[in-house]
């Protein structure tokens, strides 16, 4: 018994690495062949098993054909669905797994109005805001009157099928200036690892009948061991599959909203010289206007605060004055207290003189 089932766990590990290379020497499909479903993938994976007597596990089912859409290169509402639910041309073989996502500008003049008009819109298509910041209007800015150009970014998960008109929608908000659209086909992956996960599954189920008909502890820790290398394996294959599906059911569109005094031309005209240099001229004066407008909204603002620092500069050049005052007095007082200090010396040296003066006359 233990060699027979030593010999099963060599097989089924032998299984394991042909599905990871979805390819087969004994018993996979000739060369060439393509697989156009997860069923015929894994139709093929348990042929590898009839000859050892095991059960072929049940086909797993494969959408129904749906009426023809348009193509979907243009990324219209019928596109959007299409790839969403699998319709098209090849739907009686697979369902199509296209991620759409996009990038998006958006000016406005009425920035209020246009951040609820977003929110209403979401709503309406049925998506959600996956993380959203707004930058610009603080109370500082507010309570000063000044106008600071706000600006917002989102991140929005739409259904595929809202795709293109939550697209086509974003004009009639404001200016847009700039958009992108990105498109990621992920068929193939998808259904191969889909086709892994079938037969990992598979292969869990027969490790776990083996497990109930072995009789050594050694064969049940081997078991054991080799299931908890499948089920990870399961468990990161249907984490990746469910992904997918998230990515794929609901598009991703990452909007930016911009305050602006005027919309940025989004027609290319062609300008003369002497039309620039009237245009770089008003520029200027209007630059000068908002300088000066500016600079008087500070000043006013700021008059308070200047008289206060007035007042305390005069204050400290009064206090400043007077100091220097008292040093110059105590200056003048020392000097002359020196003048006197000087002729009293002299004056006591002079007699002296006048008496060594007349002796030597004497003398002589």
Do not use: H
């Amino acid at each position: 018994m233990k060699k027979i089932i030593s010999l099963l766990l060599a097989l089924i590990m032998i299984f394991a690495l042909c599905a990871c290379g979805s390819s087969y020497k004994a018993s996979a499909p000739a060369a060439g062949v393509s697989y156009n479903s997860s069923a015929q993938y894994a139709a093929d994976y348990d042929a590898a098993y009839d000859e050892y007597g095991y059960a072929e596990p049940a086909e797993m089912p494969v959408p129904a054909p749906q009426a023809e859409k348009e193509d979907l290169g243009g990324l219209s509402a019928d596109a959007s669905s299409s790839a969403a639910t699998g319709t098209g041309s090849n739907a009686a073989i697979n369902t199509e797994k296209i991620i759409y996502s996009a990038d998006a500008q958006l000016e406005t003049t009425t920035f209020d109005e246009t951040v609820a008009a977003i929110s209403d819109m979401i709503s309406a298509y049925g998506g959600f805001v996956e993380s959203s910041s707004v930058n610009g209007a603080n109370y500082y800015s507010k309570s000063r009157g000044y106008t600071s150009l706000r600006s917002a970014n989102y991140t929005i998960r739409i259904p595929s099928e809202s795709f293109s008109s939550m697209m086509n929608a974003l004009p009639t908000l404001g200016n847009v200036p700039y958009t992108n659209t990105y498109t990621e086909n992920v068929t193939s992956q998808y259904y191969d690892v889909q086709a892994r996960l079938t037969a990992y599954k598979t292969q869990e189920t027969r490790l776990i009948e083996m497990m109930s008909v072995a009789e050594t502890v050694e064969d049940i820790i081997t078991i054991e061991d080799r299931l908890t290398e499948i089920r990870y394996q399961i468990d990161s294959m249907q984490s990746r599959l469910n992904n997918w599906d998230r990515r794929v059911n609901y598009s991703t569109i990452y909007l930016s909203v911009s305050e602006v005094s005027e919309y940025t031309p989004t027609e290319t005209v062609k300008v003369t010289y002497g039309e620039k240099l009237a245009a770089a001229v008003k520029n200027g004066l209007k630059s000068v206007g908002n300088f000066f407008a500016d600079f008087l909204l500070w000043l006013v603002e700021a008059l308070p605060t200047l008289i206060i620092l007035a007042v305390i500069a005069v204050v400290i050049i009064i206090i400043i004055r007077k100091t220097r005052g008292r040093r110059e007095a105590r200056k003048e007082r020392r000097a002359l207290r020196k003048a006197e200090k000087a002729a009293q010396k002299a004056a006591k040296k002079a007699p002296a003189v006048s008496q060594v003066t007349e002796q030597t006359k004497i003398q002589d």
